[in-house]
């Protein structure tokens, strides 16, 4: 049997990932996989997080099996922090899943089971677990332009183009905030001109939210998306609390299913928990229970909220120490985009040799599409890369 597989392809960040751990040179900058990274280079566990933990060592009685669906407490203050007040408890349905990823993969087993022949729309570029997953599944996709790689920013205007394409019953995949790969956000007027298209279209929203608090703040990174929700009868939204908490490894994220009338509630909650009894049965609980413990209480989440927001303004003030490093190399500010973006990630707009020249000759490593993980950068290595850049001639 097992003689029959054939080789995966890899996915080309976790491959980068592998390459960048066997690279010997000590001077190598790792700018590849989504993680957080302090000037250090270490990835240290929130204060909040820790605080939770030790006090759930001390309180928890049990480890007994929680529900299908997770703990209704951490299904409503993840909810309550990501829709704020476009939170429709009457028509929510949620699952706790291992990770975003979780998330996406039970949205779109929904979306089969619901929808056998609705097809996924996805941004042109978007992170390769969409389209793959999607494919895995047998859920056709299409893709809507997204970048303008001349702007550094959103072709809105190829977006509009390609969504008026949509079918009735099509899902629409849109990330919440802290686009990735490109870092290019759509404002909140455009939120809602998709949101009105998407309604008139008859298509349903699919978003993922994954970097929550790491572009403008907790509450303006869900404001777009909060927009939409209100336009919109149905929509699906997957949230992640790896980046935001980094609890990446305990796997702990949500999906959530806003029906069009409370009326189809009860049928979309046992579709979504039946999903989880198939795929893993419960879901996994350590990394739910602490966020339900941050959020809840209040101390906890002011101190989480504080370390978020200096974790986002460390990524800004390097955001914009490369953007004047490069405009102080080029004479131009051609890469200004790169302060602009918001989140973990921009899109550099390097070819595939140039990228491949700066792993060789300078050890940064940073994804074949030029993808770069600005958090992976501190002050003694910005310069180091606006010279590869310049040398790469990007
Ligand atoms: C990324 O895009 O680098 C992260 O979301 C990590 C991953 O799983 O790919």
């Known amino acids: 049997m097992l003689n029959a597989l054939t080789p995966q392809a890899p996915d080309k960040i976790l491959a980068l990932m592998a390459a960048y751990r066997e690279d010997p040179r000590d001077s190598k900058i790792d700018l590849g996989v989504g993680v957080y990274k302090d000037a250090g280079g270490n990835t240290p566990v929130m204060r909040a997080v820790k605080a939770a933990e030790r006090q759930l060592v001390d309180t ?21 922090l990501v829709l704020g007040p476009a939170r429709a408890a009457d028509r929510l349905a949620c699952v706790a899943t291992p990770g975003g990823t979780g998330a996406i993969r039970q949205g779109l087993e929904l979306v089969r089971m619901a929808s056998p022949t609705a097809r996924l729309w996805l941004s042109d570029p978007t992170w390769p677990n969409h389209p793959a997953i999607a ?22 205007d190829g977006m509009m183009a390609d ?30 001109t998709v949101a009105d298209l998407l309604a008139a279209r008859g298509a349903v929203p ?46 702990t994220g949500l ?41 809840t209480d209040a101390e906890l989440r002011a101190d989480w909220a504080g370390e978020l927001e200096e974790v986002r303004r460390g990524m800004l003030s390097l955001r914009e120490s490369l953007a004047t490093a490069l405009r102080d ?9 790169l302060a602009a973006h918001r989140g973990m990630f921009s ?3 390097a070819t595939p040799e140039q990228v491949e020249a700066m792993r060789r000759d300078h050890g ?31």
Not at 60 to 80: C, H, I, N, R
Not at 206 to 227: H, K, N, P, S, T
Not at 370 to 394: C, E, F, H, K, Y
Request: hydrophobic fraction near 45%.
């Open 60 to 80: 928890q009685s049990t480890k007994v099996y929680t529900g299908l669906a997770g703990d209704p407490a951490f299904a409503e203050a993840l909810s309550t």
């Open 135 to 156: 494919k895995y599944l047998g859920v056709p996709v299409s893709d809507y332009r997204y970048f303008d790689a001349g702007t550094g920013g959103v072709d809105f």
């Open 163 to 192: 969504l008026a394409g949509v079918a009735v019953g099509d899902v629409v995949m849109l990330h919440g905030c802290c686009h990735n790969p490109t870092g290019a956000n759509l404002t909140l007027d455009q939120w809602t």
């Open 206 to 251: 699919f978003v993922d939210i994954a970097y929550q608090g790491f572009g403008d703040g907790l509450e303006a990174d869900a404001a777009g998306m909060r927009a939409l929700l209100t336009r919109v009868p149905e929509a699906l939204v997957a949230a992640s609390c790896s980046k935001n908490f980094g609890i990446y490894r305990e796997r």
């Open 255 to 295: 999906l959530m299913a806003i029906a069009a009338s409370p009326a189809q509630l009860k049928v979309t909650q046992g579709a979504m928990s039946a999903l989880n009894r198939l795929n893993f049965s419960f879901p996994p609980d350590h990394g739910a229970r602490v966020v339900t413990m941050i959020l």
């Open 329 to 337: 190399r080029v004479g131009s500010d051609r890469f200004g985009f």
């Open 347 to 349: 899109l550099l707009g």
């Open 364 to 394: 940064i490593y940073m994804v074949g599409d030029s993808r770069m993980n600005i958090a992976g950068l501190n002050a003694a290595t910005v310069p180091l890369l606006a010279d590869a850049i310049v040398a790469a001639g990007v």
